[in-house]
């Protein structure tokens, strides 16, 4: 690697970063434990033909409910929706639904691939959102790190060329995410992701802002890589110079791992934002 490549995997790299990740990884499992004793779940529903098409509902009191989608994280290349059910613990008692998707994992399929099955579990759930006692004209997205990368991806779908309404998506909150992937072109993360420049920059959202833009919030911990934090800067500011509704969130004292452990606390800062987000949006 040249002295640049080694910047950038310094900057990308993040379990060497943080060598307790582990630990990180274990709560997030025992609170997911808890959100499915503790909740009303539905799991492993099929959502398409291909590898890991699965997703989890966790349907709120009532009816008609927002539903927020969540995207796990894990660079496209690891981690489970089993490991993020507790994201529902934030959300559910709150009157919002929560569907946590699956989807293949690279090296066995492409970025492309991938973008394709949350594309295909979006327009799954659009068609069946009562499943989860919500309304399909209140569906939100949000994700964590490849998860946030993915909620952008869907914000840039054009949702009308496949049938569902431009505005299918009514609000994203991409969390601690890479919109610009060129940067990881030549880290150890690309041995799995396996991009190249054109398929890096097909998948930049930031590059491919949509026609219609949803309400948008880019969430980062302060205590995270500085280019994790301009990373998510720079969408927010591209999303407002286009003329949409967009917002950067920096949180403080929270790095790329344990941010994402407050969305199973309804009090904390980062999900009493994510509520407000949703709500003013519906």
């Excluded at 090296?107 to 399909?136: F, K, T």
């Excluded at 946030?148 to 949702?159: C, E, F, Q, R, V």
């Excluded at 309404?165 to 995410?177: C, E, F, V």
Aim: charged share 20%.
């Amino acid at each position: 690697m040249t002295m640049r490549d080694l910047s950038n995997e310094a900057e990308y790299s993040l379990r060497p970063r943080h060598p307790d990740f582990e630990a990180h990884f274990a709560e997030w499992r025992a609170l997911s434990d808890r959100a499915r004793t503790s909740l009303d779940c539905e799991l492993g529903i099929s959502y398409g033909d291909g590898p890991n098409t699965t997703l989890d509902l966790f349907p709120a009191a009532g009816d008609s409910n927002p539903l927020l989608i969540f995207i796990h994280g894990g660079y496209w290349r690891s981690m489970d929706k089993d490991d993020h059910a507790f994201v529902a613990l934030g959300f559910v008692p709150e009157g919002i639904s929560v569907a946590s998707i699956n989807y293949a994992l690279t090296p066995s399929v492409s970025l492309d691939e991938i973008v394709a099955q949350v594309q295909a579990a979006v327009i799954w759930l659009h068609a069946n959102a009562a499943r989860a006692s919500a309304d399909p004209a209140k569906l939100h997205v949000c994700g964590h790190s490849a998860g946030g990368h993915l909620t952008a991806a869907m914000l840039s779908t054009d949702w009308a060329t496949r049938g569902l309404p431009a505005d299918t998506l009514k609000s994203g909150m991409p969390i601690s995410g890479v919109f610009d992937l060129r940067p990881l072109l030549k880290t150890s993360i690309n041995v799995d992701v396996r991009l190249d420049e054109a398929a890096a920059h097909r998948n930049s959202p930031l590059l491919h802002l949509p026609a219609h833009g949803a309400p948008m919030l880019a969430a980062v911990g302060l205590g995270e890589t500085d280019q994790f934090v301009a990373q998510s800067k720079g969408y927010a500011t591209a999303w407002t110079k286009a003329g949409f509704d967009g917002a950067f969130l920096g949180v403080p004292e929270v790095h790329h791992f344990n941010i994402l452990t407050d969305l199973a606390f309804p009090d904390r800062a980062l999900t009493v934002a994510a509520l407000d987000h949703i709500r003013s949006a519906c």
